[in-house]
């Protein structure tokens, strides 16, 4: 245990190394080639009561991942995932993130056969394959079901092979996403917690297994940061300098150390070694088989994407990560940019964890005490920099979410029967109905249609709703009157629909994007067309029939902005009911009869009905729910905070249930709603950056704000995001 320390910083870069060291010189550091897991010993006193658990259980953005892909068999799972390629723009998801679930659901799989037979010294995987959607591995995990195959033992070396093997596609599974592979794992036997130990005890430099190792090393619960070091990734960074995947799983690792900058410089140098091996990934190839298809103008079926063809997830991953660095840097300068008022010096003196809070309330008479002597002494120099610096770093997270939105699209009219086409599909699929494997009706018909549309419906990518000149054809959002689930029933029948592509981040990036624009300080009216823009995409997010809700925290940092800048924008009415989910559309078939809708479907795919709970029962199931949400955020952090989270989640439940059983608006089952859909109420625990964007609006003069000139370059800077981060820095100059 001696030896583990003074070696965290090692292979730090030279203009990273004193903050890096700082921080790893008070952590306890771990080994990742060693057997034993647990490495932070010297913190004996506070984690040894403590949860030990897996590090790639503390993943942000766990929850986004969730869903039904866990569950489905392997096949029903592939052949969604074609159906929804095949569809026309706006796919119902995206399928990078599609494709990508259905190698990760593979590969896991794959490693936790492998995984369990070494572990019990079984050769034949012939039970395994002969069940669905890894029923097999929980068996084998339970000894169950097998004999010894005669009585053969097989030799330690088969036993490590097939650990390796299993390593090496679990290190593939992490190269492709690590957030889904983390929730996929820990759906999946705990044999493949200690897979990649066991095949470092012979192979220490083994970059799979190290990469693999890093991901499933126990720490105690909410202490990575202290109980993580570099040089497991570094190792593997400096094996394989064409990997970008490490790149970004040190940079995640540099978020929850605070060193934004250093993530930030590993984010930027994954996206140039991912865009000099772009043309590997054959995305062109993909784009002809479209075309190709369009031009025939019908399908005899859809047959199953090449793997080199399918598209990739992670240049969307990496500038989603790095936008949020940015973000989170522009928040950070925000209290260095204003001037101290005597309301935080008091809130400092106290410690008290309502300290920002109650500073708004008091701060008005403070500042109206000490206004003169502001006024006369005015900004300083170095609050003038900083000024700069929160909008240079806004300008920067823009840019990326910018760039991020264009890899999705958006749909104001779609045909009501392309929709249905494909719920129609996925119920088909789940059910395993040989009908599903003929033609789709409306699937990329229209030959003269570059995008793959059919019946001529327009297609907009996401990024161009959100610059200077929007479509101008779009349906007004908000209406001049609210429309329920309920009221949606006896509207009359529509033919077409708004739609628009998933993806599990889509609603924490709108939400982000609007934080941004409010550090830049785009003027209020650009601001509330903004904001609209985002409820309308917000409320049509829809994760059928792979993916569930998930609460963002950038919505819950909004939400939390409006209250405290009392509505600076002039919203017409409460973020919630603006983002509120929109009602399902619902089509006539041919006979008269109500098409099936996704409400519909999901209950298939999930399994089931509605039972009927008593009201102990329904309490528990509340508290579970809960306990299960707090675990999840991010920003439960203390024992304080999970039981206040624990609380509020508890009362809106309950206001939720009494929302419903009175007539309150909007009604869960007052007519039909998307599926897996989040209603979108958060619960109100403060975070710095929400604190930090309202004492922006608050306190920031608008006049130092970015000049006409500046704006003007605005909407060139999407063009250069494939170079560094030269440019915004001319602009801050």
């Known amino acids: 245990m001696a030896k583990k320390s003074k070696k965290p910083a090692a292979g730090e870069p030279p203009t990273l190394e004193p903050q890096t060291a700082a921080e790893s010189s008070t952590a306890p550091s771990t080994t990742t080639n060693k057997k034993k897991p647990t490495s932070p010993a010297p913190q004996s006193s506070s984690s040894s009561s403590a949860l030990v ?21 392997l096949e029903v799972l592939e052949t969604l995932a074609n159906a929804n390629y095949y569809m026309p723009l706006p796919r119902p998801v995206d399928p990078a993130v599609f494709y990508d679930l259905v190698k990760i659901r593979q590969l896991v799989d794959g490693a936790t056969d492998l995984a369990v037979r070494a572990a019990n010294g079984v050769a034949s995987s012939a039970l395994s394959n002969s069940l669905a959607g890894g029923a097999a591995h929980h068996m084998q995990a339970l000894g169950l079901g097998f004999g010894n195959n005669a009585g053969a033992k097989l030799s330690p070396e088969r036993r490590f092979r097939m650990r390796e093997q299993a390593t ?35 192979s220490p430099s083994d970059p799979d297994a190290n990469y693999v190792h890093f991901f499933h090393e126990k720490i105690p619960s909410r202490q990575l940061a202290e109980c993580t070091d570099f040089r497991a990734l570094d190792l593997i960074i400096g094996q394989r300098p064409s990997d970008c995947e490490p790149l970004r799983t040190r940079a995640i690792v540099r978020m929850f150390k605070e060193d934004f900058e250093g993530a930030v410089q590993d984010l930027t140098s994954a996206l140039g070694v991912y865009r000099l091996q772009q043309p590997r990934h054959k995305k062109p190839a993909a784009d002809e088989t479209m075309q190709l298809e369009q031009k025939t103008r019908r399908r005899r079926d859809q ?39 005597p309301a935080e010096q008091n809130g400092n003196s106290q410690n008290g964890m309502n300290g920002p809070s109650n500073g708004t309330a008091n701060g008005n008479l403070a500042s109206q005490e000490a206004g003169g002597d502001l006024e006369d002494k005015g900004p300083t120099k170095r609050q003038l920099e900083m000024r700069k610096i929160v909008r240079v770093y806004a300008k920067r997270a823009l840019r990326d979410y910018m760039e991020y939105f264009k890899h999705f699209h958006y749909s104001p009219d779609l045909p009501i029967e392309v929709s249905d086409d494909f719920s129609r599909q996925v119920n088909q699929a789940t059910h395993r109905n040989k009908r599903y494997y003929g033609q789709s009706r409306y699937a990329s018909q ?51 629909t708004e739609v628009v592509t998933y993806h599990p981040l889509l609603t924490d990036a709108l939400h982000s994007l609007l934080l941004c624009h409010t550090l830049i300080q785009t003027s209020a009216k650009e601001l509330q067309r903004h904001a609209h823009m985002v409820a309308r995409l917000a409320r049509l997010a829809d994760g059928y029939p792979v993916f569930q809700a998930s609460r963002s925290p950038a919505r819950a940092d909004w939400i939390e902005v409006l209250r405290r800048a009392e509505n600076w924008i002039e919203l017409s009415s409460s973020w919630e009911a603006l983002c509120a989910p929109a009602p399902l559309p619902t089509p006539m078939s041919a006979t008269g009869v109500p098409a099936a809708t996704a409400s519909v479907n999901a209950l298939s795919i999930t399994g089931g009905t509605s039972p009927i709970e008593s009201e102990e029962q329904r309490k528990e199931r509340m508290r579970q729910q809960a306990i299960i949400e707090a675990l999840e955020d991010e ?75 500046k704006r003007k370059k605005k909407p060139r800077a999407p063009k250069t995001v494939a170079g560094p981060d030269k440019e915004e820095t001319a602009e801050a100059a």
Not at 54 to 73: E, M, T
Not at 316 to 328: E, M
Not at 666 to 678: E, H, I, L, T, Y
Request: negative net charge.
């Open 446 to 496: 229209d030959p003269s249609s570059p995008t793959g549309t059919s019946a001529g419906h327009k297609v907009y990518e996401l990024a161009s709703l959100f610059t200077a000149t929007p479509p101008a054809d779009l349906p007004p959002y908000p209406s001049t009157e609210l429309v329920t689930p309920g009221s949606a029933a006896a509207e009359s029948i529509q033919t077409t």
């Open 635 to 709: 920003r439960v952090n203390d024992e304080a905070s999970f039981k206040a989270a624990i609380l509020a989640r508890q009362r809106r439940a309950e206001a939720d249930l009494a929302s419903s059983s009175i007539g309150g608006i909007p009604s869960p089952n007052a007519g039909p709603k998307r599926w897996a859909v989040d209603d979108g109420r958060e619960y109100p625990i403060l975070t710095e950056r929400a604190e930090a964007v309202a004492r922006w609006i608050r306190e920031a003069p608008t006049s130092s704000g970015t000049g006409s000139s």
């Open 303 to 341: 047959p199953p994407l090449d793997e080199r063809d399918q598209p990739s997830s992670t240049e969307v991953q990496l500038l989603f990560q790095r936008a949020g660095c940015y973000l989170t840097l522009a928040c950070d300068h925000v209290p260095l940019a204003l001037p101290d008022s």
């Open 168 to 202: 090496q596609k679990l290190s593939r599974a992490y190269h492709l996403d690590e957030i889904a592979s983390s929730v996929a794992t820990m759906q999946s036997t705990s044999t493949l917690e200690n897979v990649a130990g066991l095949v470092l005890q012979r």
């Open 53 to 73: 658990i897996c590090r790639n259980k503390h993943w942000r953005y766990i929850s986004s991942f969730h869903g039904p892909w866990l569950q489905l068999p």
